[in-house]
């Protein structure tokens, strides 16, 4: 299919949420993966657009028998800007299968681990249970049901006081291994996520160091393949071992990328490091490392904020030296919340068919994805990419509509917003969130 002819099959949406995370992988009408997410109308940021995400999403996903249904959900790990919404999901929509992490029974078992958030609580509850369900109905000789399966992926040596201790291998993942079924549907030769993190020496590390980092492959029919890189929210130390460890392997073929989601929201700490006298220290082997994998035409995706025209020591990401690092080893660098139009940030979508891997550009997003929704309505085949395209289009155009809605600051409150950014805030926060401070 060429461009001309509509948006492909097959592919990923990387919503514009502000600084977090929302990636819908679409294998075919039938089976979405959802990586991480970050409902907008549930922030309690003040300039954060009260935009309701997975409101959106549910009416774009497939319906199977009366109930929208997502094949698996994903969260690479318990931030609040990677799950913000899950509970809310989880009430309207059927998800087959859960991808957890060993990090959530670590941090439940430790009274000294940060506090998760109320959405990451109700994911290791719905973990649990589905851990429950999957034991039962391995006792009688079956196996879970769509809807109460999970896949715990990692290792952690204290897995003996963990929920999950008894689950089967079938029901576990590691780095190094590849998956290509989701939800009970094999979709090998269309679909692979290659496993490449959290490793068992990081499951005592901080919450960001255990982020679950895969490798996505969709390949077309006639076998033109796309490679999506996700590493979560590591840092430089985890990011390297990624790449140490498969190179050792002769896994060079699961590194490779046509699209980079940025790691932490363009944070620097991917590839500066600070000596003791608080200087920052370019890492070349991370940059070098990423871009002796990139495939020609390879673009580097930041799921943030828009870009600072200068870093302030002690903010948060995105980070505008690390944007200048990308720019300098990728084709592209887009960030999702000034994609197109920083007024009106526009989905980054990324699709897969005999035209190539590649970012979709131009009217053909809006309008191919507004079509889409007649088409579905028909049944039509091949249109639940376009789908979610519209859901994250529809997305898009409520954010400056909820910007504009904010009332005007007076005065005092507009010197005490300066006094704040100046600060890096006006107190520390309550939960460490990222690195805790860059």
Not at 306 to 329: C, K, L, Q, S, W
Request: one cysteine or more; glycine letters at 8%; charged letters at 25%.
């Amino acid at each position: 299919m060429s461009e001309s002819e509509g948006l492909p099959a097959r592919g990923v949406v990387f919503w514009p949420v502000g600084t977090g995370d929302s990636t819908t992988v679409v294998v075919d009408d039938e089976v979405v993966m959802q990586v991480d997410i970050h409902d907008m109308a549930k922030a309690d940021d003040s300039d954060t657009p009260e935009v309701a995400v997975v409101d959106r999403l549910v009416e774009a996903l497939p319906v199977i028998d009366g109930t929208p249904y997502l094949a698996t959900f994903v969260l690479t790990h318990a931030d609040k800007d990677h799950c913000l919404g899950f509970a809310d999901l989880l009430e309207k929509v059927n998800i087959g299968e859960l991808w957890s992490t060993p990090r959530l029974w670590r941090e439940y078992n430790d009274a000294d681990a940060p506090e998760l958030c109320s959405d990451a609580v109700a994911f290791r509850e719905e973990s649990e249970r589905r851990i429950t369900a999957t034991m039962d109905a391995v006792k009688s000789g079956g196996v879970p049901a769509s809807g109460d399966r999970i896949r715990v992926v990692g290792y952690d040596d204290g897995h003996g006081s963990h929920a999950y201790d008894e689950l089967p291998d079938e029901y576990l993942a590691w780095p190094g291994q590849s998956l290509t079924t989701l939800d009970g549907h094999d979709r090998r030769g269309v679909f692979e996520a290659f496993i490449h993190a959290p490793f068992k020496d990081d499951a005592s590390a901080p919450r960001n160091e255990t982020s679950l980092s895969m490798q996505v492959t969709l390949t077309d029919e006639t076998g033109v393949d796309g490679k999506v890189l996700l590493f979560g929210d590591l840092a430089h130390d985890t990011i390297m071992k990624v790449f140490n460890y498969s190179e050792y392997h002769n896994r060079q073929r699961y590194l490779e990328w046509d699209l980079l989601l940025a790691p932490h929201h363009c944070s620097k700490r991917v590839m500066y490091k600070r000596d003791a006298d608080g200087t920052e220290q370019l890492q070349m082997d991370v940059l070098n490392a990423f871009e002796r994998n990139a495939r020609t035409g390879g673009t580097v995706v930041c799921s943030s904020g828009t870009f600072p025209d200068e870093d302030v020591d002690g903010h948060n990401p995105p980070h505008r030296m690390a944007a200048d690092r990308y720019e300098e080893i990728a084709d592209e660098v887009i960030c999702t919340m000034s994609w197109v139009d920083e007024g009106a940030p526009s989905p980054v979508v990324f699709g897969v068919d005999t035209a190539g891997a590649r970012i979709i550009r131009g009217e053909l997003v809006k309008s191919a994805a507004s079509e889409a929704v007649v088409e579905l309505a028909a049944s039509a085949v091949g249109r639940r990419f376009a789908a979610i395209t519209a859901a994250a289009v529809a997305v898009a155009s409520e954010i400056p509509r909820s910007a504009a809605a904010v009332a005007p600051l007076t005065g005092p409150e507009r010197v005490d917003m300066a006094v704040s950014v100046d600060r890096g805030g006006s107190r520390a926060p309550e939960t460490p969130v990222g690195f805790g401070i860059e």
